[in-house]
């Protein structure tokens, strides 16, 4: 029975989007997490790590395996991904703060939409008020211990007010908790867009206690990718998440630092359950649209890098998951696209109008079918140190200031172990990506040069870092286990 009415709602619901009101328009709620490897969701792939909510969303849903942030121009690489995120624009065309560029909730806004978010904002307070009407509960931006973090509400003078952090509660206990109250007390018959931002698994990475003992006792095992140090000075080796772990990376600590982001990501994994558990138990859960992401990704080891200042797929590649009416179940797309698509796949689904200078393209043909094509390439860059390009099966990352050029075959070399870019018959496809990716820098507005005149060494050592940031020594998060 189920398999015959199916086909008719996904038609019904994946071509609403053009269509008029004759239905209520859907609901959306939108989990964001922060620093998230695309593989740590046991049910995409990963037997290490148990996260039973995220698993009931892909079960139910359509997973896209190769979903990019488009990267960063400062060490920070959580603001720009989420002013690209709101606005649906590129790289190199957001305002960080978003102060004069409209964002997607907005426009859901204008739609009747009441916009509720609860969690981290990294965008300034002025493109928040704006972007939820019916109010919120943020923290807004930095980090810190998630016991302390100084949280704010969007009250009803629409004014940003303190709130009270009480002592032992974990901040993502307090975001899903919101997002929980705004499910539970909202009234009306108003659509609803409820964007739920957690602050994890971001370091530092302190979960309740239990989490940490059952990780700690059987600690994840290394990255494929596991190196002790990056081969060469990839233009930010000694940024403060390069300091979270001491070089060479040994296996032990890397480990350690596996086995606490995992904790988190489980800890966050439950709370994430307990806001599904309340859509569910709102009775909207037939006619709401949900969404599963993280900002960027994260090295933890990879690479002999830590952090997110990488072009690696590690640093770049996100989880992405859609679930609800109409959306084919336990399907996975390998479309390209970015984060940046989220937003206006979303809008085609819902009937939104795009804001002014949204870039980013409509996913739905992809959910419609996820055998589809996404965007023909996936670009990247970090600063002005690194660019990359992939397409089907290769992949080539560029340092202009220290002449350096990676070639990887993915098709072979999925973890990016083996650079080819020194053997001669990988000359022409060296020369093809190059062309790709001025075209791409041509496309997206980056006027990088990928040749400098006087590149650096490409050596690199931690003694000449202590040299360079003798003072800038980053301190050891306090770390606290409940
Ligand atoms: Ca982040």
Redo the contacts with the bound molecule.
């Keep these: 029975m189920k398999h015959l009415i199916l086909p008719i709602a996904i038609a019904c619901v994946l071509s609403a989007a053009s269509g008029a009101d004759a239905q209520r328009k859907p609901n959306i709620l939108f989990v964001f997490s922060?620093?998230q490897r695309a593989d740590t969701i046991h049910a995409l792939g990963n037997p290490h790590i148990t996260t039973p909510a995220l698993d009931r969303l892909a079960q139910r849903g359509t997973a896209f395996t190769r979903a990019y942030c488009m990267g960063g121009l400062q060490g920070a690489?959580?603001v720009p991904?989420r002013a690209m995120l709101m606005s649906g624009r590129s790289l190199f065309r957001i305002q960080e703060q978003l102060r004069e560029q409209a964002t997607w909730p907005e426009q859901f806004g204008k739609a009747g939409y009441e916009t509720f978010a609860a969690g981290k904002w990294h965008n300034g307070p002025e493109s928040l008020l704006r972007s939820f009407v019916a109010g919120g509960s943020l923290f807004l931006g930095g980090m810190g211990d998630p016991y302390t973090l100084p949280m704010q509400d969007i009250g009803p003078d629409r004014k940003l007010a303190k709130r009270e952090h009480p002592a032992d509660k974990h901040a993502v206990e307090m975001i899903a908790d919101s997002a929980i109250g705004f499910l539970k007390e909202r009234k009306g018959e108003r659509p609803f867009l409820l964007y739920v931002a957690m602050e994890a698994p971001?370091d530092p990475r302190i979960a309740p206690k239990p989490y940490h003992d059952k990780y700690n006792a059987a600690p994840p095992p290394l990255p494929p990718n596991f190196l002790p140090m990056h081969p060469f000075d990839n233009g930010e080796m000694a940024i403060r998440d390069e300091k979270l772990a001491p070089w060479p990376r040994t296996p032990e600590v890397i480990r350690q630092h596996l086995a606490d982001y995992y904790a988190f990501i489980e800890y966050m994994d439950a709370q994430i359950g307990r806001i599904f558990d309340a859509l569910q138990a709102s009775g909207e859960a037939g006619n709401t649209f949900v969404v599963f992401a993280?900002?960027?990704g994260l090295a933890v080891g990879s690479h002999g890098l830590m952090g997110?200042q990488n072009l690696y797929d590690d640093g770049m590649r996100v989880p992405l998951i859609f679930a609800g009416p109409g959306i084919p179940q336990d399907k996975r797309a390998a479309a390209f696209c970015y984060l940046l698509d989220v937003f206006p796949t979303l809008g085609a689904l819902a009937g939104v109008r795009a804001p002014d200078g949204s870039e980013g393209i409509s996913l739905a043909p992809v959910l419609r079918n996820p055998k589809r094509a996404g965007r023909p390439v996936i670009f990247n860059a970090y600063r002005n140190v690194q660019r990359a390009i992939r397409d089907e099966r290769w992949k080539l990352i560029r340092y202009p200031q220290v002449d350096k050029t990676q070639l990887f075959d993915l098709q072979n070399d999925p973890h990016e172990k083996n650079d080819l870019a020194a053997k001669p018959e990988s000359a022409g496809k060296i020369k093809e990506l190059m062309a790709r990716m001025e075209k791409a820098q041509r496309e997206f507005g980056d006027d990088c040069p990928l040749t400098v005149s006087n590149p650096k060494p490409a050596a690199w050592s931690p003694e000449m870092a202590a040299k360079e940031t003798a003072p800038a020594a980053a301190k050891k998060p306090k770390r606290k286990n409940k």
């Design positions: 922060d620093d690489v959580c991904s971001h993280s900002d960027q997110k």
